[in-house]
């Protein structure tokens, strides 16, 4: 099992920037990757960065290239995202999530097995 914590979401206004936070705990060793997902309301959940733990490797979803940052503290089991130049459609609850399959470079929902409990993101314009 892995248990996943986010934190370090809030309110803040347009072209303001926010950290979000996800520390794991348990079976960390079993995790390939992890990702960050989000979803507005009305919408369905879509992917927003992921970044592997033994290389550098990253990927970002389009909407958000230039903007936002994904890293990893190994030590610290903590995976955060930078978000910069926030702008309203950010506006969601974002979830990190943990894909334990090796090799894996999928942005589906189906690929990550375990799921932190969300923290909320409101930009306002």
């Known amino acids: 099992q892995v248990q996943l914590v986010e934190s370090g979401g809030g309110l803040v206004q347009a072209g303001d920037s926010l950290r979000l936070s996800c520390t794991l705990s348990?079976?960390?060793?079993?995790?390939?990757?992890m990702a960050w997902f989000r979803q507005a309301p009305g919408r369905e959940r879509e992917f927003v960065a992921a970044?592997?733990?033994?290389?550098?490797?990253?990927s970002y979803a389009d909407l958000v290239k230039g903007r936002f940052t994904i890293s990893r503290d190994n030590a610290k089991n903590t995976v955060y995202l930078q978000m910069n130049n926030l702008k309203s459609e950010d506006t969601a609850v974002y979830y990190c999530?943990?894909?334990?399959?090796?090799?894996?470079?999928?942005?589906?929902?189906?690929?990550?097995?375990?799921w932190g409990q969300g923290t909320q993101v409101t930009v306002s314009s």
């Open positions: 348990g079976r960390t060793r079993s995790s390939y990757r």
């Open positions: 970044i592997r733990w033994s290389d550098p490797g990253t």
């Open positions: 999530a943990v894909d334990r399959t090796l090799g894996s470079t999928t942005t589906s929902l189906t690929a990550f097995e375990y």
